[in-house]
Every structure is written in structure tokens, then in C-alpha cells.
């Protein structure tokens, strides 16, 4: 494979790719007559908005920014597309702007709805209220990613919900999936009607979240579009979807260079990159990244530990097998490093940011953004 002549590290979003994804979320839309819009926390290179604004409705923010981000940046090519945004709690120095910048406004807590709502309609008089439910069920695969945990902070239990306050919002929103197939959205359905249905006469839409894995092979994208259809006909009310890595599912990868080799018990190689600072989910979740022409463990002839540039001692992205003995120079190549990585990526240590790079339709390599010294220093004081 041709590598673009940047300097590593640098994440690639191919266009194609995304492309792929972006079509068959449109899909899912135009037979099953639901909207879906992009959560920007999962994925938001904006140099790829002018693509992504033919295909989606608009964005989710989870704050001032990502909402500034969306109305700047997405609607500047699509003037329909809707801004939703929500927060576990907004500031009062932050209303006014968010409440200008969005179509939507979900809201965490009765609380924030009690103390914001009339502000908010003052400054946008348009604007659809929603306020977000934690249905109390989730089959989420790993507690940190589990919005509907014991003592969650995420959305409203039914034990705190009456009818005087569903009487003054639009729309409901849970969110309780993770990188989750349709029987685990199915579940919680079940859970969240059996609840909440008797508040559904007076809305215009339910939000049924992310972490609709609708874009991996495998998943069961018939069934989403029959329960979406079901649902919106049994209730005569819209249906939204907002998923992130969907939306950025393969198509992209974390291109580094090796900057040494040593033995220590066992081979050990350090790179330019960082699993700490630069692909964090992978310590988080935790998962062991695929890495291009590489095996488990002892599978291939010579084994490595691949190592992060950085002094925290577990900034380890796994051991790895390859055919070949690893050399200085050598390109490492981190697969599906585009959804949840560049979003969450920091300056720790210092560490270079890598650098923004996409792959055009005709093939043709594009750098997008290069990072600095500059943004290490301005994060500081």
C-alpha cells in the first residue's frame, strides 16, 4: 500500500469508506422513516461535513462547542440539517448560546428542565424540549460505557418522572447501548414502553440514542427497520437515531513509525504514537486493536510488545507477531482508529498530536490538519 509522505503519526479517514457507512445509514432512514444524525463525540473531522451533510439530518452536540461546531461547520452545507443538544447539566453562562444554536435541547434532570425551559424557549422561541430517560435496562458490554447503571448520572428514572413534567417537552431520548446489535435495542424497548408509554400521547418524537452498530457486518439492519416502523406507527410519532462510531466504522486507520527496538524478557518496540494519548479507548474499554499484517502473540515468527512514546508505564498497545524482525523505520498500522480516537486524543507529555489526513475518492491523499508545539502550548498557561 502507498503511504501519503507525512510525517507520523497521522489518522487516514478514507472517503470511500465513510461513504459506504453514510449509505447505508441513509438506507436505514428512507425505509424506515426515522432520522439519524451524527454524535459528534463519536466523530468530528468536519473536513468530511460537505460528504457527511448528503446523507445525515444534522448533529448531536454534547455541549456549547460541539453545537457551535455543528451550526458552523454542518449546516453551512446543509441548512435543513437540525442541531440537538444535550448536556448532563448546562451552565446558566451557557444557555443563551446553546439555546440559539440548537433545534433541539435535551435536558438531564427535571431540575435543568425547571430552570432553563422558559429561558430557553425567551432565547429561541423554536426550539423542541426534550428530556432524556434512563430506561433503567441496558446490556451494555462494559460498566464505563453503561448509561443505565446503578447510581447512573445519565437521564430521568421513571421513580422521578409525573405527568406535570412530560407535559411541557417535545420528545424523550434514552440512550443504553454500546456498540450493540438490535436485540439489545429490542430489550430495552420493551423495558422503556412498558414505562414511559403512557406519556408518548403528547410528544413528537422519541430519540432512541447511539450505539446502534448499524454499519458492522452482521448486524440485523431488517429488524432495526421493522421495529423502527412499528414503533412510529403504533405511536404515531417521529423516531431519531444518532449513532458515532456507525458512523466512522472502518474507515480509517492510525498510521505510526517504530523509533526503537529492544529485548527486555521480550522484544519490545516503542513508536510515535500513544495508546494513553492517542487511541485511549483502547485502554478504557479495554480492546486490543488490530494491527495491520500482525498476528496474536507467538502466531508469526517474531513477537513484539508495541509500546507507546510516552513515560506511563502501561502506555502498551499488546503484543503482536509479524513475519519479519521489526526495524527502525518501519510503518505500524492500527486499524479502525477513526471513531472515539482523535476526538478524545490529548497533548500528554507533550506528545505530538497526529496529524489529520483524508483519502479522497480518486485516491489521491489529502492533509487536512497538522498539529504542533502550538497546541500543546495554548492548552496550557
Not at 431540575?111 to 424557549?121: C, E, G, P, S, V
Not at 502498551?316 to 482508529?337: A, N, R
Not at 505530538?352 to 489526513?357: A, D, E, G, H, T
Request: charged share 25%; aromatic share 12%; proline share 4%.
Amino acid at each position: 500500500m502507498r503511504y501519503p509522505d507525512i510525517q507520523t503519526p497521522y489518522y487516514i479517514c478514507e472517503e470511500e469508506l465513510l461513504e459506504k457507512n453514510l449509505k447505508i445509514l441513509d438506507d436505514v432512514q428512507k425505509r424506515s422513516g426515522a432520522k439519524i444524525i451524527l454524535a459528534l463525540k463519536g466523530f468530528a473531522m468536519w473536513s468530511t461535513f460537505p460528504l457527511v451533510s448528503k446523507y445525515l439530518k444534522g448533529c448531536t452536540a454534547s455541549g456549547l462547542y460541539e453545537a457551535r461546531l455543528a451550526k458552523e461547520e454542518f449546516l453551512k452545507y446543509n441548512s435543513e440539517a437540525e442541531v440537538h443538544t444535550y448536556s448532563p447539566a448546562f451552565a446558566e453562562s451557557d444557555i443563551e448560546q446553546v439555546s440559539k444554536l440548537s433545534n433541539h435541547i435535551i435536558f438531564n434532570s427535571p431540575n435543568q428542565l425547571d430552570r432553563f425551559l422558559l429561558k430557553t424557549k425567551e432565547y429561541n422561541p423554536k426550539i423542541h424540549v426534550s428530556l432524556r430517560i434512563n430506561p433503567e435496562i441496558s446490556t451494555s458490554p462494559k460498566d464505563i460505557y453503561n448509561p443505565c447503571g446503578l447510581y447512573s448520572r445519565l437521564g430521568t428514572t421513571l421513580a422521578n418522572i409525573d405527568e406535570g413534567t412530560l407535559s411541557r417537552v417535545d420528545g424523550l431520548n434514552f440512550h443504553a447501548l454500546c456498540e450493540q446489535n438490535v436485540d439489545a435495542l429490542e430489550e430495552v424497548l420493551v423495558e422503556f414502553e412498558a414505562n414511559f408509554s403512557q406519556y408518548f400521547k403528547n410528544l413528537k418524537y422519541i430519540n432512541f440514542g447511539g450505539g446502534h452498530h448499524i454499519t458492522k457486518n452482521g448486524y440485523d439492519i431488517e429488524r432495526l427497520i421493522c421495529i423502527i416502523k412499528e414503533f412510529r406507527l403504533k405511536y404515531q410519532i417521529d423516531v431519531y437515531l444518532e449513532p458515532g462510531e456507525a458512523v466512522a466504522w472502518e474507515t480509517g486507520y492510525l498510521v505510526s513509525t517504530v523509533l526503537d527496538t529492544f529485548t527486555n524478557g521480550m522484544d519490545v518496540a516503542i513508536l510515535d504514537t500513544s495508546a494513553e494519548a492517542h487511541m485511549p479507548d483502547t485502554l478504557a474499554m479495554p480492546y486490543r486493536a488490530v494491527v495491520r499484517e500482525s498476528g496474536e502473540a507467538g502466531e508469526k515468527e517474531y513477537t513484539y510488545r508495541l509500546g507507546g512514546n510516552t513515560c506511563l508505564a502501561g502506555d502498551i498497545m499488546g503484543d503482536y507477531s509479524f513475519d519479519e524482525p521489526l526495524k527502525v523505520g518501519d510503518k505500524i498500522i492500527f486499524e479502525d482508529q477513526i471513531h472515539y480516537t482523535f476526538v478524545k486524543s490529548t497533548t500528554f507529555n507533550g506528545i505530538k498530536l497526529p496529524s489529520l489526513v483524508l483519502k479522497r475518492h480518486n485516491g489521491e491523499y489529502e492533509l487536512i490538519k497538522e498539529f504542533g508545539y502550538k497546541e500543546y502550548k495554548e492548552r496550557l498557561s
